[in-house]
């Protein structure tokens, strides 16, 4: 898997520089990656890393610098001449069809579904599924299959395309461990017959485990380029963010009262998203309650539960052991619980709103404003408290949200939660996309939240994260809820084939 130190460079990225008005997202970056190897490209977010990819595929030209690949020149913001050249990317969401084969998904966008015989574009096919243990049947619907088997049909789309340098963003970031071990093991083959990767990545054992070396990025620059079998996590946190970085993790500890229990709750499906199969489900004081699977297994229709958004079809919910006869969003936080919604961006802010109009967003016809008028003094005042105690870097409680970065958005997001002191705080994939340095505000927040005797539901598909903070882990997989788990008796991969469905058999929702 390995690229030798004497290989070919395939690609050479020399003294980039980028400048958005005042902002340089690119200062000076150089970097190179050889035949057969795989490269990580590290950095918190607002690094550059993106900007830099983004110049690669001639969406931006650089104000300084170039790019060569094999040792020709790349035309500056010509994507064609990217793909052209041999390079490939496949992003953290996929862009599939899935009303459409396998073999048209890969040729769409390639060619016309005319333009080549159907027997030689199989023919094709098949032969690269061989040579890189991409095992998926080119007539399958892609609507039917599996998160990782669509990743394999992206990985097809690029390889199909004649790629030779493969750019992966968050490949990981929806799979199970069984999944994420099977691309590892295709990395390996496709590296072994000469093709080269940049493995985009914040999950640092996964780096630890498929990356040959690792390029760090820190506000635009490279500040640290080192060989993977002479590093460590610790060590590469410690250039993404300047400094030492330990991630929490929350102690086990004895569970409180029932807060809000669940029973026997049934919805109905959406399309080709599951319903909840008489799921059961109990938030308890002082525990956080972390639930594991894979995207599109139901979590959507639980956090809508908890969270006022829907009724249980069937089944009952109550809390503090009564049942609410009205169950609304606006109900639930009067009864204290707290969202952090799974999508910060659609369901958590409203971009042209500044900080203080998104702060006060679930709460102003309660807390900021009396007879239909906002007091607008308090609604700043309480802005910037979430600011300061939040550590949200910002110019000030008048800035829009859309121009904070995902970390510091999340920030305001926790922090308008947190400041009413909910009894229950729906924590929905709190930290997506965050880098290691907000991944650890955002999780030593919900530890405190939980030592201060809230109840936490976590959903996450980050195993890692769920293992380290929940005291007890149930699995989602097709609407289907599994027993509950104390912390540190199951492992990862007993975990992951709950979570792909093949434990279920046999067992009973706890």
């Not at 750019?167 to 069984?178: F, N, R």
């Not at 027993?483 to 990862?492: E, I, V």
């Amino acid at each position: 898997m390995t690229g030798e130190k004497g290989a070919e460079v395939v690609l050479r990225l020399d003294r980039i520089t980028k400048r958005f008005g005042a902002l340089t997202a690119n200062d000076g970056v150089s970097l190179t990656l050889r035949r057969g190897e795989v490269v990580a490209l590290l950095g918190e977010n607002g690094a550059g890393k993106t900007t830099l990819m983004n110049i690669l595929f001639g969406h931006y030209v650089a104000d300084e610098g170039s790019v060569e690949v094999f040792g020709q020149p790349l035309p500056p913001g010509n994507p064609r001449a990217a793909l052209a050249a041999g390079v490939g990317m496949v992003h953290q969401h996929f862009t599939l069809a899935g009303n459409l084969t396998v073999l048209d998904n890969i040729r769409l966008g390639t060619e016309g579904l005319w333009s080549r015989s159907d027997a030689g574009a199989r023919e094709k096919v098949e032969r690269l599924s061989r040579d890189f243990g991409l095992a998926v049947h080119p007539d399958a619907k892609v609507g039917r299959l599996s998160v990782g088997e669509r990743q394999r049909v992206e990985i097809l789309k690029a390889l199909y395309r004649d790629a030779r340098v493969l750019i992966l963003d968050e490949p990981t970031a929806v799979l199970t461990p069984q999944e994420s071990e099977a691309l590892f093991a295709t990395l390996r083959k496709a590296t072994g017959l000469g093709l080269s990767v940049i493995f985009i990545s914040h999950k640092l054992h996964e780096v630890m485990a498929i990356a040959d070396r690792c390029v760090v990025l820190r506000h635009g620059r490279v500040v640290g380029e080192v060989d993977t079998h002479a590093t460590d996590k610790a060590a590469l946190a410690a250039l993404m963010v300047g400094g030492e970085l330990s991630l929490p993790r929350a102690e086990a500890r004895a569970a409180g009262a029932v807060l809000m229990r669940i029973a026997g709750v049934s919805t109905p499906n959406r399309g080709a998203s599951p319903g909840l199969k008489m799921v059961t489900l109990e938030l308890r004081a002082g525990q956080i309650t972390g639930l594991a699977g894979v995207s599109g297994n139901g979590q959507a229709a639980l956090a809508e539960i908890v969270g006022g958004l829907a009724r249980p079809a069937e089944g009952r919910l109550s809390l503090h052991g009564q049942e609410p006869k009205v169950w609304t969003p606006g109900e639930a936080l009067a009864r204290g619980v707290a969202r952090i919604p799974e999508d910060r961006h659609h369901q958590g802010s409203i971009a042209d709103f500044d900080l203080t109009e998104n702060a006060v967003l679930e709460g102003y016809r309660t807390r900021f404003s009396r007879r239909g008028w906002m007091n607008w003094r308090a609604a700043r005042a309480f802005a910037e408290g979430i600011i300061k105690g939040y550590d949200v870097r910002c110019p000030g409680p008048s800035t829009r949200i859309r121009l904070l970065s995902g970390g510091n958005m999340q920030k305001l997001i926790l922090g308008r939660a947190m400041a009413v002191g909910p009894d229950i705080i729906l924590a929905n994939q709190p930290v997506r996309g965050l880098d290691v340095g907000a991944i650890a505000y955002v999780q030593s927040q919900l530890i405190a939240a939980r030592d201060r005797g809230a109840a936490v539901l976590l959903i996450s598909e980050d195993l890692d994260e769920i293992m380290g903070l929940s005291d007890i882990i149930h699995v989602m997989s097709q609407g289907r809820l599994s027993p509950g788990f104390a912390r540190g008796t199951m492992t990862a991969a007993e975990l992951g084939l709950w979570m792909a469905g093949q434990k279920f058999e046999g067992a009973h929702a706890a």
